[in-house]
């Protein structure tokens, strides 16, 4: 039996999509975003964090910045659920590309390398919280220029956290992956179920 009610802090579609895959109810906490954007959206790296500390510091924006909006919005009370996921190349942060120049940047940087995909998750209530982490090693192919249009083709790469997805064009360049395919693809469902289950709020 489900015991609190679940929020999914996220203008990520995907994410969503993902979560529904646990058969558990919950909504869907939008945030705004263009000119107004809120705060909790923003994945800016900060100068000198690592790819695990951005993670957690976006994760946790998002999560505590949803258990205030339950409050502000007289919400039922739940648990909120922040995830993020970043691309770790050797060490350096890459996030959802600004434009598409960016993204072939990204794609020429990792084409013929391996790399991992972190993806962090916060649960967080009005009196505790928790996380999770899950780290995922992918090796893309080498990709020329032919291959990286065909990647960015559906106009996905604004996206993904390093400019593509494995539903995507890119996934027939992915040669190995090690770990976690939902975390890669942005939520991690089986620390995603722990964590819930943690709080009492799965079944």
Sequence with gaps: MVAEKIYLATHDVQRAHLLAHLGLPFDTLQFRLGARADPEVSDEVVAGET???HAHRVASARAMGGVRRLAMRHLPPGVVLGCATVVDLEGEVLIRPAHVAAAVHMLHRLSGRSHRVISVVVIADRERSAEAVSASEVRLARLGDAEIGRCLSL??????????????????????VNGSCSGIMGLPLRETENLLQGFGAAR
Excluded: C, Q, V
């Design 155 to 176: 106009g996905l790469a604004a996206e993904e956290p390093g400019a593509y997805s494995l539903l995507g064009p890119a996934g027939a360049w992915i040669e190995h």
């Design 51 to 53: 790819p695990l500390e």
